[in-house]
């Protein structure tokens, strides 16, 4: 990696982390998703960075993949636990953290604990040429060590240019299948999740978060119309996820036909919120890491 790339990589690293901690600030009750998920991104975009995927905001059982709409009205209420992922970007390059936050409760301070450890004690193991499967192994160990469950089909992800997930998978539970070795230089997001359910997520309703898919089905499209406000969204979102909301007044009427009638062509994929499969309590906890020979640098 060479010393400008490295250099955005930890710019956006610490423009994401100073968004994570100001997020998790503003969370009590009677605050909206809304607000927190605007407030958020408007600290990235002020930072000079760009959005590398909406403020995503998910709540007890649901672990991962829900961003308000532009007219959401949930609000935040006393004993959530709130898992908080942000992402930003320097020209492209990634950072993607998490957080929880219980909401003016203690209940689930240990599940907290444990997937706060288990991330400490997976990035303590990377480093270039680890076997992923050991990372696997430790986030596992430490969970259970907790009494809870790791969630068996969530992992962390590599990290490239304008690529939020790369290719690698980083397991939360050990697999000795995987024999993956990062290398130096490599990026990467890992996210422990534990719960007191399943240890599996299973998708839920759609999460209002979308992705361009620019396939050959891209080319087959004959419908002039829908082609030019697929390409608009290429132009403005490129490779990256974004929101609903984020296409209020890019598209016409909100966007909502246009993004169900995109969805359905199979020009844009809608992401589904991916929910504890017994309704478990969820906790979460990300950073981003630069591999290095002898360990890995948190940029997060």
């Given at each position: 990696?060479?010393?400008?790339?490295?250099?955005?990589?930890?710019q956006?690293?610490?423009?994401?982390?100073s968004?994570?901690?100001?997020?998790?600030?503003?969370?009590?009750?009677?605050?909206?998703?809304?607000?927190?998920?605007?407030?958020?991104?408007?600290?990235?975009?002020?930072?000079?960075?760009?959005?590398?995927?909406?403020?995503?905001?998910?709540?007890?059982?649901?672990?991962?993949?829900?961003?308000?709409?532009?007219?959401?009205?949930?609000?935040?209420?006393?004993g959530?636990?709130?898992k908080?992922?942000?992402?930003a970007?320097?020209d492209?390059y990634i950072?993607?953290?998490?957080?929880?936050?219980?909401?003016?409760?203690?209940?689930?301070?240990?599940?907290?604990?444990?997937?706060?450890?288990?991330?400490?004690?997976?990035?303590?193991?990377?480093?270039?040429?680890?076997?992923?499967?050991?990372?696997?192994?430790?986030?596992?160990?430490?969970?259970k060590?907790?009494?809870?469950?790791?969630?068996?089909?969530?992992?962390?992800?590599?990290?490239?240019?304008?690529?939020?997930h790369?290719?690698?998978?980083?397991?939360?539970?050990?697999?000795?299948?995987?024999?993956?070795?990062?290398?130096?230089g490599?990026?990467?997001?890992i996210?422990?999740?534990?719960t007191?359910?399943?240890g599996?997520v299973v998708?839920g309703?759609?999460?209002?978060?979308?992705?361009?898919d620019?396939?050959?089905?891209?080319?087959?499209?004959?419908?002039?119309?829908?082609?030019?406000?697929?390409?608009?969204?290429?132009?403005?979102?490129?490779?990256l996820?974004?929101a609903?909301?984020?296409?209020?007044?890019?598209?016409?009427?909100?966007?909502?036909l246009?993004?169900?009638?995109?969805?359905?062509?199979?020009?844009?994929?809608?992401?589904?919120?991916?929910?504890?499969?017994?309704?478990?309590?969820v906790?979460?906890?990300?950073?981003?890491?630069?591999?290095k020979?002898?360990?890995?640098?948190?940029?997060?």
């Amino acid at each position: 990696m060479d010393d400008s790339i490295y250099e955005k990589y930890k710019q956006a690293g610490k423009i994401a982390a100073s968004a994570r901690d100001y997020g998790a600030g503003l969370i009590r009750p009677g605050v909206s998703f809304l607000e927190v998920a605007n407030l958020v991104e408007s600290m990235i975009l002020k930072e000079k960075a760009g959005l590398a995927f909406p403020v995503n905001i998910s709540i007890n059982e649901g672990a991962a993949h829900y961003s308000p709409r532009h007219d959401d009205n949930l609000v935040f209420k006393k004993g959530n636990v709130v898992k908080l992922d942000i992402g930003a970007h320097i020209d492209g390059y990634i950072a993607d953290t998490a957080i929880t936050v219980e909401v003016e409760t203690n209940k689930y301070s240990n599940m907290i604990k444990a997937s706060n450890d288990a991330l400490d004690n997976a990035i303590g193991l990377v480093k270039a040429g680890v076997n992923l499967s050991e990372v696997g192994k430790i986030v596992e160990d430490t969970i259970k060590s907790y009494g809870y469950k790791p969630i068996n089909n969530l992992s962390g992800h590599s990290l490239e240019q304008y690529e939020l997930h790369s290719g690698t998978s980083i397991p939360n539970v050990s697999n000795t299948h995987n024999k993956t070795r990062p290398k130096e230089g490599d990026v990467l997001a890992i996210e422990p999740f534990a719960t007191n359910g399943e240890g599996h997520v299973v998708s839920g309703k759609g999460s209002n978060i979308y992705l361009c898919d620019k396939s050959f089905r891209s080319k087959l499209i004959r419908d002039n119309k829908s082609k030019n406000l697929f390409n608009k969204l290429i132009v403005k979102f490129k490779t990256l996820p974004f929101a609903q909301r984020w296409c209020k007044d890019l598209l016409p009427n909100n966007g909502d036909l246009v993004l169900k009638k995109l969805s359905f062509l199979g020009l844009i994929k809608h992401y589904p919120q991916l929910i504890e499969a017994k309704g478990g309590t969820v906790t979460q906890k990300e950073h981003t890491v630069i591999v290095k020979e002898d360990g890995c640098e948190i940029t997060t």
